[in-house]
């Protein structure tokens, strides 16, 4: 069975660009979570789809910020446009709907602004 | 609020070293507890849960154990390896409303040398 996949691994942006990422969840799995780490602080969360509702976005930054989850397999993570202070690890989580609180997360995609 | 508070690092220690890394988490009621691990250049994995008051999570020669009364998991090991170099993620669920996100600590780096 494939794991939760995160593309890209790294990317490097200027200040004021876009990007987004990708997550790609275990097959069957109707939760979605988005975390992100910022380097020196706790891994934070974003936002939790259930299929492809969006759950919650309490932890969004900004509306820099927009995650959509189309047809509810995977999901994209845009930010538009892009601040020093968005540098860090976007990791991205998923787990089904029925069952135990185990998360299956991806590798994480290494943001950098410049 | 909600927080997780996880013993600071880095951590060095030398193979066949005992491992403590303090974990203790503010909560309403008893959410189920995790420790997940990243070894360098992967995903976050998870390494242990527990689910209620008392429990021990183990694996891998990990063990953390459950405590409410002084609401902590501490993670422990009795012999390390250069191999279980890594970072160490201590969590907790989300215990309120719908959403079971998980609410993490800093994060402690160990490294075992040979």
């Known amino acids: 069975e494939a794991g939760v996949t995160q593309f890209p691994s790294h990317s490097v942006i200027e200040k004021g660009q876009t990007v987004t990422l990708r997550c790609d969840p275990i097959?069957?799995?109707?939760?979605l979570y988005w975390y992100r780490r910022v380097m020196g602080k706790e891994i934070k969360f974003l936002l939790h789809f259930v299929k492809e509702s969006k759950q919650d976005e309490s932890g969004m930054p900004n509306n820099r910020f927009l995650a959509e989850r189309t047809g509810g397999t995977y999901s994209t993570l845009k930010v538009q446009p892009a601040e020093l202070e968005d540098s860090g690890v976007y990791f991205c989580?998923?787990?089904?709907?029925?069952?135990?609180?185990?998360?299956?997360f991806g590798p994480g995609t290494r943001l950098t602004v410049t | 609020g909600d927080s997780v508070t996880q013993m600071e690092g880095p951590v060095t220690l030398s193979e066949e070293a005992f491992l403590t890394i303090n974990c203790t988490y503010t909560?309403?009621?008893?959410?189920?507890l995790f420790w997940y691990v990243q070894y360098p250049g992967e995903g976050l994995q998870l390494l242990l849960k527990a689910t209620k008051a008392d429990d021990k999570g183990s694996n891998k020669g990990f063990e953390a154990t459950y405590r409410k009364e002084t609401t902590s998991f501490h993670l422990e090991k009795g012999s390390v390896q250069v191999s279980d170099s890594a970072v160490y993620f201590c969590a907790r669920i989300n215990n309120a409303g719908n959403n079971r996100k998980l609410i993490w600590g800093l994060g402690t780096s160990l490294a075992v040398n040979p």
């Open positions: 909560a309403t009621g008893y959410p189920s």
């Open positions: 989580a998923s787990s089904p709907l029925l069952g135990g609180y185990e998360q299956y």
């Open positions: 097959s069957g799995h109707d939760n």
